[in-house]
């Protein structure tokens, strides 16, 4: 009996020690929001998670096999007409980004993004009064989750999957002027970084403010212990101290001053390898040589104009022709499908329409394909790419060089970064500063040339510096952490109480005239400079005095 019971200690001294965690996932069904959301989610298995979204998450995630008694999915809308409206919804607003520039569909865009914070909160704040959690881990954009915390009494994460440094901090780019950290060293773009600046707040300005009060007064106000979250005075007096988990490499953005609850984690993305479906697509990806195949796709919603699309196939159907025993695997979803099929029919040169129907070298795809399994294949050694943040990541972590056509938002900026590291090249010739500066970030009506789609991907193609940054920033990418780091850091703040505090450099806990020396500064400096001054006036005076007398 004895020796059972040592047996009995014995295993379970063996057995590790962990802790399981109520956690509370919250984000919007945007596919650049909810997929990094929903890839962190899904590495806390030895958790409990409650995953809040809308609907319209499942156009990208699958959520069923997923589901069981540690993951539990809640939709904001459970009608059954939710997910057509929330499409349709999605399907207006990328039409204003794809017909007006950034800023101005705004306007219509930010009364949307409203609705959906105002039914993700409803359903959040429904939870937390007949539930208890020991993290809450909400997406940036959700605005008010951190004073929901607070009242909660539960340590807050946020996670943004982009990071934009404060316009508003003129040793940095602005991102929207789309100036290099290089030129910034020039006091003539230092100057030109104000000036853009100041116009950019002053366009926005009128607009943003009636249009944020707007979303601030749509905030819900639901009965019981969190009515008064959303006051005006609860939310500039929030104390709660979040742990901020940005899925960018430090240097993808101008880095900035570091702080304490702010951790970049890389990218979100499992790095398990892909198993691969025995179909059509991957024998063919499968028959390629090595580094011989330029890989396109566009995102699920970026829909490219006729006119685009007639110089992109041109220009790549003119490459195919310099670079033998290159491929070409292009990736469409529904109008963009329809379009490449129509040019496909006009074009007047024999020459692109045969490399172009040679299935041998050429292969089409209408609809979404496991773009991670395809990046992770070593015949891949171009991406084209609308340059959405997920997918630049992904191919950025599994090494590839990037070709740049951005649609609108922060695509962009993103093609201006991805050339000025050296790790691609982008169709996307911003204009002038004057004209930036007259119409800040509208460039949605860009062009380019066939010469240009093909001139481009061949220096992509032959210059091998592009492949070398990319294995830099895949470096970079996988030393971050990702996603094991990031429930790491999560774990590690809830055993800290949800206080980074001790963390903080001890400069940030001056007040602000300690932090800038200023009450040194009026001692040993000011002080004395006063004091010289005044014996250098007695001085004077008295000379004159003398001289007078």
């Known amino acids: 009996m004895t020796l059972n019971y040592i047996v009995l200690i014995l295993l379970l001294s063996s057995v590790p020690r962990s802790f399981c965690l109520n956690a509370l996932f919250i984000s919007s069904g945007a596919a650049g929001h909810v997929i990094p959301m929903f890839e962190l989610a899904k590495t806390m298995k030895n958790h409990n998670v409650t995953f809040v979204t809308q609907q319209f998450a499942q156009t990208y995630i699958d959520f069923k096999p997923y589901s069981s008694s540690t993951f539990r999915v809640v939709y904001t809308n459970d009608s059954p007409d939710a997910l057509a409206v929330e499409k349709n919804n999605e399907h207006e607003a990328m039409s204003y980004f794809a017909n007006y520039s950034t800023f101005d569909a705004l306007s219509y865009v930010i009364p949307q993004l409203g609705q959906i914070i105002t039914s993700i909160l409803n359903k959040t704040i429904h939870i937390l009064m007949f539930e208890r959690f020991d993290v809450i881990v909400a997406g940036a954009m959700v605005v008010g989750v951190p004073v929901l915390c607070e009242k909660a009494n539960t340590p807050c994460v946020t996670h943004s999957p982009a990071f934009f440094p404060n316009i508003l901090d003129f040793n940095l780019p602005n991102v929207f002027s789309l100036l290099t950290s290089k030129e910034l060293t020039q006091i003539t773009y230092r100057i030109y970084n104000v000036a853009f600046t100041m116009r950019m707040i002053t366009k926005l300005a009128p607009k943003m403010i009636p249009l944020f009060y707007t979303l601030f007064q749509s905030l819900p106000r639901v009965s019981g212990p969190f009515h008064d979250s959303f006051t005006l005075r609860n939310l500039r007096s929030s104390q709660s101290k979040c742990l901020k988990l940005i899925s960018v490499p430090h240097s993808f953005y101008t880095p900035s001053y570091s702080h304490h609850g702010t951790k970049y984690m890389g990218a979100f993305m499992d790095e398990k390898l892909i198993d691969d479906v025995d179909n059509a697509l991957t024998k063919w990806m499968k028959s390629k040589p090595v580094r011989s195949v330029v890989y396109g796709a566009f995102g699920s919603t970026s829909v490219i104009p006729h006119d685009r699309m007639y110089n992109l196939i041109s220009g790549l159907a003119a490459f ?7 491929s070409l695997l292009l990736v ?7 379009t490449f099929q129509a040019v496909l029919k006009e074009l007047d040169n024999d020459e692109f329409t045969d490399v172009l129907n040679n299935d ?3 292969r089409i795809e209408n609809g979404f394909v496991q773009q991670k399994w395809i990046l992770q294949q070593g015949s891949v050694k171009v991406f084209l790419s609308h340059c959405g943040m997920g997918s630049c990541l992904e191919a950025l972590h599994c090494g590839k ?3 740049c056509m951005p649609f609108n938002m922060d695509q962009f900026a993103n093609a201006m970064r991805i050339e000025d590291l050296g790790v691609g090249h982008s169709l996307f010739v ?4 004057l004209q930036s500066l007259i119409n800040p970030y ?6 380019f040339t066939v010469s240009r789609v093909t001139n481009t991907i061949s220096a992509l193609w032959m210059n091998e510096t592009y492949e070398k940054a990319a294995r830099l920033m895949s470096l970079e990418i996988k030393h971050s952490g990702g996603l094991k780091r990031a429930v790491e850091e999560i774990e590690f703040f809830v055993h800290l109480g949800g206080d980074l505090g001790r963390f ?3 400069q940030s806990t001056l007040s602000l005239y ?3 020396m200023l009450d040194l500064l009026l001692i040993f400096v000011t002080l004395p400079g006063v004091i010289v001054i005044y014996i250098i006036f007695k001085c004077s005076k008295r000379r004159q005095k003398q001289k007078i007398d």
């Open 320 to 326: 195919l022709l310099e670079a033998d025993g290159s």
């Open 332 to 338: 469409f979803r529904s109008t963009n499908y329809d």
């Open 360 to 362: 041998k070298r050429v």
């Open 401 to 403: 060089p990037i070709l």
């Open 430 to 433: 911003p204009p002038s500063a």
């Open 442 to 447: 509208d460039f949605v009506q860009y062009t």
């Open 504 to 506: 903080a450099p001890f």
């Open 514 to 516: 300690q932090r800038y």
